[in-house]
């Protein structure tokens, strides 16, 4: 079988492999795309969920010509609201204050994933191994050699590693992580409910872990819900009949939309923070969870990893022949070293103050909230870095091409 040889190569066609996909199509860049599972729509990331994307990733999604497509089925979050079950400190966000029409969007992930794949097989170039598995991976001065599970070998400049929390690529680099399991899962699914959301995003704290529930696109009384939920009770919270689950998750969440009268499938993601202790090797980039991977609690995780699109697709636009050079590796690291630790940190901080039931602690995070609420300075400051709009943003997520 003949070598073939390329500028780019994309491991990982999830939502983050994907965007990066759809951003190159067309730039005129050799570009393979490697994913292991066939059709597309299988891979893990491709499920039921939906998913929040705040105001930067809209801006990305817009520079890309994608996002009148993959809106069509979302709902506006126009407001947030924060509380802690058996306290009055509550913690508000509206996109009013933002200056902004909604502070994001809840996205259902098929349609971020069909818009994504469609917009890169339009725009055509794109070589795609699918389904096929990265085996293999040489390093060489020049380029990178990788080999698949069929025994094809390809060469590129730069191989872009974005394979998930489980990274083949960093495997093979032998790259160390930082693992933390957080001992939780969440439990996804579709609520009705009788009062309407009028797009108001709700996540309110209980000593068992967070429940969140999110207009979804399907009028103004249907929610996802996301419960975070100790692993010891999983297997329990679904294996309980619809009015059981009903029952708790109303007890836990209150009684702000009304009652829950009707619920969707139910499905659980095992939670781990997975930091990648390098975001670049010798022609190798790290994006997306590949490069980390967080706690859904403040919905960060697939909006940082599209800025990790959006930062490769910057350092690309002025890089020369060799795209895979040394200089333009260290430049992509440098740009989204302090982002990813803002929200890295965030995320980690906001499951351990609110997870733990020391009782101390209780008070803190009452007053923190209404502290939140309170204080201007602080408050746009957690608004603006969960629009994703903090300093440092990409050129995309700035409007800027
Ligand atoms: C319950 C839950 C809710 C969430 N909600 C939000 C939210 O509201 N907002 C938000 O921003 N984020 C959210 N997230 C996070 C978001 O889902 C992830 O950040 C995002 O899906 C990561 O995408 P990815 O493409 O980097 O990784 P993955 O989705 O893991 O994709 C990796 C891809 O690589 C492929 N692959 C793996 N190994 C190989 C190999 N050797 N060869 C070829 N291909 C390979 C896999 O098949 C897969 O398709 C949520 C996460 C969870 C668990």
Not at 116 to 129: I, P, V
Not at 322 to 350: K, P
Request: aromatic share 6%; with cysteine.
């Amino acid at each position: 079988m003949n070598a073939e040889t390329l500028d780019i190569v994309i491991v990982g066609g999830g939502l983050v492999g994907a965007s990066l996909a759809a951003g190159l199509a067309g730039s005129g860049r050799r570009v393979a795309l490697i994913e292991a599972a066939a059709p597309p729509q299988t891979a893990p990331s491709w499920d039921e969920r939906c998913i929040a994307l705040n105001h930067a990733s809209r801006r990305i999604f817009e520079g890309l010509g994608v996002w009148d497509a993959m809106v069509a089925d979302a709902a506006p979050i126009r407001s947030t609201h924060i509380s802690e079950q058996g306290r009055f400190g509550v913690a508000r966000f509206t996109a009013d204050e933002a200056g902004l029409d909604a502070l994001g969007h809840n996205v259902p992930l098929r349609a971020i994933g069909r818009t994504l794949w469609d917009r890169m097989l339009a725009l055509g170039g794109t070589r795609l191994y699918c389904p096929a598995r990265l085996q293999a991976l040489a390093i060489g001065d020049e380029q990178a050699e990788l080999t698949l599970d069929s025994g094809q070998t390809l060469h590129a400049r730069l191989v872009i590693a974005a394979d998930g929390a489980g990274s083949r690529v960093r495997e093979l680099l032998q790259i160390a992580s930082e693992r933390r399991d957080y001992a939780q899962s969440a439990i996804v699914t579709a609520v009705r409910t009788t009062r309407s959301h009028r797009g108001c995003a709700y996540e309110r704290f209980t000593p068992d872990g967070p429940i969140a529930l999110l207009p979804k696109g399907e009028g103004d009384k249907t929610c996802s819900l996301v419960w975070t939920t100790p692993a010891d009770d999983v297997d329990m919270r679904l294996a309980w009949g619809d009015a059981a689950f009903i029952a708790a998750a109303e007890q836990a969440f209150g009684e702000r939309l009304g009652r829950f009268v009707e619920l969707g499938r139910r499905q659980a993601y095992p939670l781990a923070r997975v930091m990648s202790e390098a975001l670049q090797a010798p022609r190798v980039l790290f994006i997306g969870n590949a490069a980390q991977s967080l706690h859904p609690v403040a919905a960060q995780g697939f909006n940082l990893g599209l800025r990790d699109v959006a930062a490769v697709i910057d350092v690309l636009s002025v890089a020369g022949d060799d795209c895979g050079a040394a200089a333009l590796l260290q430049d992509y690291a440098a740009r989204r070293r302090d982002d990813r630790e803002r929200i890295a940190g965030f995320t980690d901080r906001l499951v351990r103050l609110f997870s733990n039931r020391v009782p101390g602690l209780r008070g803190l995070r009452h007053l923190g909230l209404l502290a939140l609420d309170l204080a201007p300075p602080l408050k746009d400051a957690v608004l603006w870095q969960n629009l994703g709009l903090g300093s440092e943003a990409p050129s995309l997520a700035r409007g800027a091409r």
